[in-house]
C-alpha cells in the first residue's frame, strides 16, 4: 500500500500515526505527489514534529515542499499552526519556508487561493512574533496590500493588520485599514480592527482633550463597522462600553444610561455566543480576554453611577470595591491612563460633595481588609481629596457650578449647585444649553425634530460646541428650512428661479445659485461666497464665514437616488475643506430621479455623517441633505 493509502487507513480507524506506520521515510518520499494533493499537510506537520530527530530531519524538506504545493487552505492554516507551536520544528525550516509564505501571499485570484494567501500572510506574521523573521517582512506585506484585493482575503488581512498593530504600533498598518474600508467585503473588519487601533491611541493619549476625541473617533469607526455589518455584535459591544464611559465622565444618570448598559448586555452576548460556534486562532485568543475586560467595565460604571449619587452606603465595603475597580480602570488592550483620566474627576467629586463616601473610605482604610493593590488605590484616592481640601475645596464641595455654568449664572449669588439634586441639575443645565442655541423656534414640528435629532448626533464632535455650535446651527436651520420649502413651493412661489427643480436635467450650477441667494439673504452677519480658490487647494461651492470661522457647503448633481451609501463616495472631498478650519461642514445634492410616487419625507433628505480621512485620527462632520428634482405635481403621480 502507498503511504497516502496507509495513512488513510489509520485516519478511519482513528488510530495514531507515526513514520513507520506509513512505511517508513523512503515510502513517504516516493508518495509525495499524492501526500501533496491530499488535504493532510497538518497530519503530516504533527507526524514529522513528533518523530525521533533522525528521521524527523530526513522529512524536513519533504515538509518544505507541501507547503509549496498545498491546495488545501484548512489543512495548510493548520500546519503552520503545528510548524510554529513546535520550537524544534520551527528552528529547523523557518527560514525555508519564508519565501514561500511570500510567493503565496501575492497568489490571490481564486477564492482558494485567497485564503491560502492570507493563512501564508497570517503565518508570517506569527514567525515575526516568534522572532524567526524581522516584523519588517510581515509589514512589508500587509502595507502593500490594495483595496481591490479579494474580500475573503481581505476579510483576514483587516484582522491580522489589527493584531499587528497592537503588536508594533506602525501608522503604515492603519493606512492600510482605512484602504479597506472600500473593499464591501472586508468593510466591517476593518472598520473594527481601526475602532480598536483608535481606542488603543485614545487610551494612550497625555492630556483629556486628545482622549476624548480619540474615544469619540473609535466610537465613529465602530459605528461604521455596524452599519456595514448587521452581525457585528462585538462592534456594537464596544461602542456602547464607549457611550458608559463617556456618559459616566459627563455626569450622565444611571436611568439615562440604562439603554446604552441594555445594548451592550445584549450584544456582548451575541457576541459570546459567536465565539462560542467556532474555534479561535491562538494568536487572537488573548483578545477574547480584552473583550471581557471592557464590558465588565462598562458595566461596572453604569452600577458605579448610582453608587456615588447616594450621601452613604449600606454595604460600603463591596460598593467600594465597585467604585476603586472604576477608579483604578484600565485595559490591556492599550498601556496608558487614559481611562483612568476619563473617569477619575466623577469620582473624585462625589467624594468631595458627600462627606459620607469620604468617611466610607476613611473607615475601611482604618479597618478593611484589603488586598495591597487595592488599598494602594484607596489611598491614591484619600491623597487626591486631601490635595484638593488644601487647594481650598472644602469637604462637600465638589466645584459643580464650574461643571453647571449656566445654572450657576442665574442663581442668588452665594447659592451652589450643590444644594440641588444632582439629576435636577444636569437636567435644568442641560435646557439652559438647549435654550442658549436654540434662536427662533421653527413653527413646523417636523422640522424641529429634524433639527434636534442632527444637534444631538453633532454633539460627537469636540467641536461642536460655543460660538461654533451657534455659527453653525444657525447654517443648519436655513438649509432645512430650504429643503422644506424646495419640495413645498409650487412654480408660482419660485418663478423662474427654481425651474431647474423640475428640469429634465438640469445643472448643478442653477442649484447653487439657488441655495446661495437662499442663504445670503436669510444668514444676517455671514458672508456667503461662492467658487472660493485656495481652499484645500481647490474651490469650494459655498463658502460662509462668521468672523474667523468658516463653513463649507460641497454640493453635487446626483444621477439616481442620492442615499447615505452613495454619499459616502463624496466624503473624503466633502470634508478636505475641513482641514485648515472647523471640522464640520455640509454635503448637498440635487437628486435627479423619474419617480411615479411622492419625493422622500424631509426626515429622509437630511442626516449626520462622519469621515476619518486616511492617516488621520480626528473625525471630520458632515450635515447631508438631498434635495429633489424632476418634481412632479400631485395629479401627475401614480
Known amino acids: 500500500?502507498?503511504?497516502?493509502?496507509?495513512?488513510?487507513?489509520?485516519?478511519?480507524?482513528?488510530?495514531?500515526?507515526?513514520?513507520?506506520?506509513?512505511?517508513?521515510?523512503?515510502?513517504?518520499?516516493?508518495?509525495?505527489?499524492?501526500l501533496y494533493a491530499a488535504p493532510f499537510l497538518d497530519i503530516l506537520a504533527d507526524v514529522i514534529s513528533a518523530a525521533p530527530p533522525p528521521e524527523s530531519a530526513q522529512l524536513h524538506d519533504f515538509l518544505v515542499g507541501g507547503f509549496d504545493v498545498a491546495r488545501d487552505p484548512q489543512s495548510f492554516r493548520d500546519a503552520i499552526d503545528?510548524?510554529?507551536?513546535?520550537?524544534?520544528?520551527?528552528?529547523?525550516?523557518?527560514?525555508?519556508?519564508?519565501?514561500?509564505?511570500?510567493?503565496?501571499i501575492r497568489q490571490h485570484a481564486t477564492?482558494?487561493?485567497?485564503?491560502i494567501a492570507a493563512y501564508a500572510l497570517e503565518g508570517l506574521f506569527r514567525f515575526a512574533l516568534e522572532g524567526d523573521v524581522s516584523r519588517h517582512r510581515p509589514l512589508l506585506e500587509l502595507a502593500e496590500v490594495a483595496p481591490d484585493v479579494p474580500g475573503p482575503?481581505?476579510?483576514?488581512?483587516?484582522?491580522?493588520g489589527g493584531a499587528a498593530f497592537h503588536a508594533w504600533g506602525d501608522d503604515e498598518l492603519l493606512t492600510m485599514l482605512h484602504r479597506l474600508l472600500d473593499n464591501e467585503e472586508a468593510e466591517g473588519e476593518a472598520a473594527f480592527e481601526l475602532g480598536l487601533a483608535h481606542l488603543a491611541r485614545a487610551l494612550d493619549g497625555e492630556d483629556m482633550a486628545t482622549i476624548l476625541v480619540g474615544l469619540g473617533t473609535a466610537r465613529l469607526v465602530f459605528e461604521r463597522a455596524c452599519e456595514a455589518d448587521d452581525d457585528r455584535s462585538d462592534a456594537r459591544a464596544y461602542r456602547s462600553a464607549i457611550d458608559l464611559v463617556l456618559g459616566f465622565a459627563a455626569n450622565r444618570s444611571a436611568a439615562d444610561m440604562q439603554g446604552t448598559l441594555t445594548d451592550l448586555v445584549t450584544a456582548a452576548r451575541d457576541h459570546s455566543a459567536v465565539l462560542r460556534t467556532g474555534s479561535v486562532a491562538p494568536w487572537l485568543a488573548p483578545r477574547q480576554d480584552v473583550d471581557l475586560e471592557w464590558f465588565e467595565l462598562a458595566r461596572t460604571v453604569q452600577r458605579a453611577t448610582d453608587d456615588l449619587g447616594r450621601p452613604?452606603?449600606?454595604?460600603?465595603?463591596?460598593?467600594?470595591?465597585?467604585?476603586?475597580?472604576?477608579?483604578?480602570?484600565?485595559?490591556?488592550?492599550?498601556?496608558?491612563d487614559g481611562l483612568r483620566s476619563v473617569l477619575r474627576p466623577r469620582v473624585e467629586a462625589s467624594f468631595l460633595r458627600e462627606r459620607g463616601l469620604a468617611a466610607h473610605l476613611d473607615d475601611l482604610l482604618s479597618e478593611g481588609q484589603w488586598p495591597d493593590a487595592q488599598r494602594t488605590i484607596a489611598q491614591n484616592l484619600r491623597t487626591r481629596l486631601d490635595e484638593a481640601y488644601r487647594a481650598g475645596a472644602g469637604p462637600g464641595k465638589a466645584g459643580e457650578n464650574e461643571q453647571y455654568p449656566l445654572l450657576a449664572r442665574i442663581l442668588p449669588e452665594g447659592t451652589s449647585t450643590e444644594q440641588i439634586p444632582s439629576d435636577m441639575v444636569r437636567a435644568l443645565e442641560a435646557r439652559l444649553a438647549s435654550h442658549a442655541a436654540r434662536g427662533p423656534e421653527l413653527a413646523n414640528p417636523v422640522l424641529q425634530r429634524v433639527l434636534a435629532t442632527l444637534r444631538c448626533q453633532l454633539s460627537a464632535s469636540s467641536e461642536y460646541t460655543g460660538e461654533v455650535k451657534q455659527a453653525f446651527d444657525a447654517i443648519l436651520q436655513q438649509i432645512l428650512i430650504f429643503c422644506s420649502d424646495r419640495q413645498n413651493a409650487g412654480v408660482r412661489d419660485l418663478g423662474s428661479r427654481g425651474a431647474y427643480l423640475r428640469a429634465h436635467d438640469p445643472s448643478e450650477a442653477e442649484f447653487q445659485s439657488?441655495?446661495?441667494?437662499?442663504?445670503?439673504?436669510?444668514?444676517?452677519?455671514?458672508?456667503?461666497?461662492?467658487?472660493?480658490?485656495?481652499?484645500?487647494?481647490?474651490?469650494?461651492?459655498?463658502?460662509?464665514?462668521?468672523?474667523?470661522l468658516a463653513f463649507v457647503i460641497e454640493l453635487k448633481k446626483h444621477d439616481g437616488a442620492f442615499s447615505r451609501v452613495t454619499a459616502n463616495r463624496y466624503n473624503a472631498q466633502a470634508t478636505s475643506y475641513q482641514a485648515a478650519n472647523v471640522r464640520l461642514g455640509f454635503l448637498g445634492a440635487l437628486e435627479l430621479v423619474d419617480r411615479p410616487g411622492p419625493v422622500p419625507s424631509i426626515e429622509e433628505c437630511l442626516w449626520h455623517s462622519a469621515f476619518v480621512p486616511e492617516g488621520g485620527s480626528l473625525p471630520r462632520h458632515l450635515i447631508v441633505f438631498r434635495v429633489p428634482g424632476r418634481l412632479k405635481s400631485p395629479s401627475a403621480l401614480r
Open 1 to 34: 500500500m502507498s503511504a497516502l493509502a496507509l495513512l488513510e487507513a489509520r485516519l478511519a480507524n482513528n488510530q495514531p500515526i507515526t513514520i513507520d506506520d506509513l512505511g517508513g521515510v523512503e515510502e513517504i518520499l516516493a508518495d509525495a505527489d499524492q
Open 514 to 548: 439657488d441655495l446661495r441667494d437662499f442663504l445670503k439673504g436669510n444668514l444676517l452677519g455671514a458672508e456667503v461666497l461662492s467658487e472660493v480658490s485656495g481652499i484645500a487647494t481647490g474651490r469650494t461651492d459655498l463658502y460662509i464665514t462668521h468672523g474667523g
Open 312 to 336: 452613604s452606603w449600606i454595604n460600603a465595603a463591596t460598593t467600594m470595591d465597585r467604585i476603586l475597580a472604576v477608579y483604578d480602570a484600565s485595559c490591556t488592550i492599550a498601556h496608558g
Open 153 to 160: 482575503f481581505a476579510q483576514h488581512i483587516a484582522k491580522i
Open 111 to 115: 477564492e482558494r487561493e485567497a485564503l
Open 82 to 104: 503545528r510548524l510554529i507551536r513546535n520550537a524544534t520544528l520551527r528552528a529547523a525550516i523557518a527560514q525555508s519556508v519564508v519565501p514561500i509564505f511570500t510567493r503565496r
